[in-house]
C-alpha cells in the first residue's frame, strides 16, 4: 500500500515531507537575536533539550568553540544561521587589520566558522574614551537581515547580515575608510569584512562624551530603534563633559535619522556612565519605554509619535518616574567618587517587565561607588513619581550589581559582585535560596529547560536547577573568566569567556 501511494502520488508525498520538515524545523528552531526576551528583556528561553553538564577537556556535549580574542565581554546573538559577537583583535583575523581594534565577528552556527568581521579602529587620544584592548563590548540586535550595533566608538551602525559576501549594498560604501585608523589610507575592503548600511555617530548626532567602553543593547520596535547613549564621566572622574547630552535616543532604522530623545537633564546626576539599555512592554494598557539612568532612576516613557525625514527631533515625554536611591546625593554627585560607604546609585542592568511589574538591580557603581544594593519591583502601572509608593518590594543584595534579572514561574533569579547567585519570590520579595558562586559576576542569569545557567569572573560555570528548592546541578571551570550572559539558541547554550566562545548542546 504504502509502496503504491508513493509511486502514484510522489508530489503530494514530497509535497507533505517539505510541510513536515518545515514544520518541525520551525518547532525545533528559536534564534535569540537580540540579549534577553524580546521587549520585555526577561533572561528566560523557551528553549528545550540543553545540557545538564559538558566538558570542554574531554569535549562532552562541546559543539564546538572558536578563539575570539584576549577580552570578550559582548553576549552572543544568534540569527538566520550566523553567531554574533563582540571581541577585540587580539586573535588576528586579517593581516590587513593589525593593532588594538574593536571587533564584531560574524560566526557560522553549525560549526563557528568565520563569516566576516566588522573591524573598528579605537579612539585615540585619552584611553578612557575607548579603554585599550575591551574591544566591542555592546551586544548586536538583528532583525531579519539587517544587523544593529553600538561600536566602541559609540557609532550606532546598520550592517548587512550577509557582510561584503553579497556585494556593499546601502547608502554607505566608504568600508574601507571606516576600517583605516586616522590618518592612515583606507584598507582594502575584502569578502569577509562588513557590509555598513548606514552609521549614526552619537558624540556628533547628540553630543555625548564616551567614557571606557559603549554598551548598548539595541531595542528594536516597528520602525525604530530604542536605546541609551553611554553618555559618561571624563578621565577625573569628577566632571561631565556633556551634561545636556540624552541618556536616551530613537533612530529610524531604515536610515538611523534621529527621531526622539529624552528630555530628563540625567548628564549632571549621572555617577559613571549610562551603560543600561531600555525595555518595553504595555503596562497598564499603555505601551512604555523604560530606562534605567545612571542616576540610579528607572523611567518610564510614550514611545515617539510617527516621525517622517525632516521632522523636528521629539522629547519623549515621561509616564513616571521612580527613584531607587532617594535618600542619597542628588547634586555634586562626584564628590563621592570611590566613597565605598556612601554614593549615589547607579543602574547597570535592564529594567525588566513581567506582568505589570519592573524588576530592576541597583545600587553603587563596582569600581567607584557605594557596596550596598537592592533588586527592586515596581508598579509599572503607575504615572507621575513614584517613588513614594511605587515599589512594591525591595530585596538587599550582598553588594553592587551588574545584571539583568531572571523571572520564571513565580521567582526573581540574580546575581551580585558580592559572589552570590539570589532566588527570591516575585510577589513577595521574600529570599527563597541563595550561593555563594566564589567569584563576582558582570553578567546575568539565563533561565532555560529548567534550569538555571550563570558564569563567574572567575571562570566557573554554574548550573542549577530553576525552583524554590535549591539543587546545583553541575559546576564547570572554563578556566577563563567569563563577563557575558550565556544565551540559548535552537537546542544550543552558549558560553562566552574573555578569549573563547563554546556552542554546547547535547550530543
Not at 583575523?93 to 560574524?106: F, I, M, S
Request: net charge neutral; with cysteine; aromatic share 8%.
Amino acid at each position: 500500500m504504502r509502496r503504491t501511494v508513493f509511486l502514484r502520488y510522489p508530489q503530494i508525498v514530497i509535497g507533505l515531507f517539505a510541510v513536515t520538515t518545515f514544520a518541525m524545523a520551525r518547532l525545533n528552531a528559536a534564534d535569540q537575536p537580540q540579549w534577553g526576551q524580546r521587549h520585555t528583556r526577561n533572561m528566560v528561553s523557551a528553549e528545550t533539550g540543553l545540557p545538564d553538564a559538558f566538558d570542554p577537556e574531554t569535549g562532552k556535549n562541546v559543539k564546538w568553540s572558536v578563539r575570539l580574542g584576549s577580552q570578550s565581554y559582548s553576549t552572543p546573538v544568534i540569527s538566520g544561521g550566523k553567531v554574533l559577537i563582540g571581541t577585540n583583535n587580539d586573535e588576528v583575523r586579517n593581516p590587513r587589520h593589525k593593532g588594538d581594534r574593536g571587533v564584531l565577528v560574524c560566526l557560522d552556527e553549525k560549526d563557528g566558522s568565520l563569516c566576516w568581521q566588522l573591524v573598528v579602529p579605537k579612539l585615540e587620544g585619552d584611553i578612557y574614551l575607548d579603554w585599550p584592548r575591551a574591544g566591542i563590548c555592546s551586544p548586536a540586535t538583528v532583525e531579519g537581515d539587517k544587523v544593529y550595533v553600538v561600536t566602541n566608538r559609540d557609532e550606532v551602525l546598520c550592517l548587512d547580515l550577509a557582510g561584503q559576501a553579497n556585494g556593499n549594498d546601502g547608502p554607505f560604501r566608504d568600508e574601507g575608510r571606516f576600517m583605516a585608523p586616522d590618518g592612515q589610507p583606507p584598507v582594502e575592503v575584502s569578502s569577509t569584512d562588513a557590509d555598513i548600511l548606514w552609521c549614526f555617530d552619537m558624540k556628533t548626532g547628540v553630543g555625548m562624551y564616551p567614557h571606557d567602553s559603549a554598551h548598548a543593547s539595541i531595542l528594536i520596535d516597528g520602525p525604530y530603534l530604542y536605546l541609551n547613549t553611554c553618555n559618561g564621566l571624563d578621565n577625573t572622574h569628577h566632571r561631565i563633559r556633556a551634561p545636556k547630552a540624552p541618556s536616551l535616543i530613537v533612530l529610524d532604522k531604515t536610515t538611523g535619522r534621529l527621531v526622539a530623545q529624552d528630555d530628563e537633564q540625567i548628564g549632571p546626576r549621572i555617577f559613571h556612565s549610562t551603560w543600561a539599555s531600555p525595555s518595553m512592554a504595555t503596562a497598564g494598557g499603555r505601551k512604555l519605554v523604560f530606562f534605567g539612568g545612571g542616576d540610579g532612576v528607572v523611567y518610564a516613557f510614550d514611545p515617539p509619535k510617527p516621525s517622517s525625514a525632516g521632522d523636528p527631533v521629539q522629547k519623549l515625554k515621561r509616564v513616571w518616574r521612580f527613584d531607587c536611591d532617594p535618600t542619597s546625593a542628588k547634586e555634586d554627585v562626584h564628590r563621592f567618587i570611590g566613597n565605598r560607604k556612601e554614593s549615589p546609585s547607579i543602574i547597570k542592568g535592564m529594567p525588566v517587565f513581567h506582568k505589570d511589574r519592573i524588576y530592576v538591580t541597583v545600587g553603587g557603581d563596582i569600581w567607584w561607588g557605594k557596596n550596598e544594593a537592592w533588586l527592586k519591583c515596581i508598579d509599572a502601572t503607575r504615572e507621575g513619581d513614584i517613588t513614594a509608593d511605587g515599589q512594591r518590594w525591595s530585596y538587599p543584595l550582598k553588594q553592587h550589581s551588574c545584571a539583568t534579572p531572571s523571572i520564571a514561574d513565580g521567582l526573581v533569579y540574580a546575581v551580585d559582585c558580592g559572589r552570590t547567585l539570589h532566588c527570591v519570590d516575585a510577589e513577595t520579595g521574600q529570599p527563597c535560596w541563595t550561593h555563594d558562586l566564589k567569584g563576582d559576576m558582570w553578567g546575568s542569569t539565563l533561565v532555560a529547560d529548567g534550569k538555571v545557567y550563570v558564569g563567574t569572573r572567575r571562570g566557573l560555570f554554574w548550573i542549577f536547577a530553576a525552583g524554590k528548592e535549591k539543587k546545583l546541578v553541575a559546576e564547570v571551570n572554563l578556566g577563563d573568566p567569563i563577563s557575558a550572559t550565556p544565551v540559548a539558541a535552537n537546542g544550543t547554550l552558549y558560553i562566552a569567556t574573555l578569549t573563547r566562545l563554546f556552542a554546547v548542546a547535547v550530543k
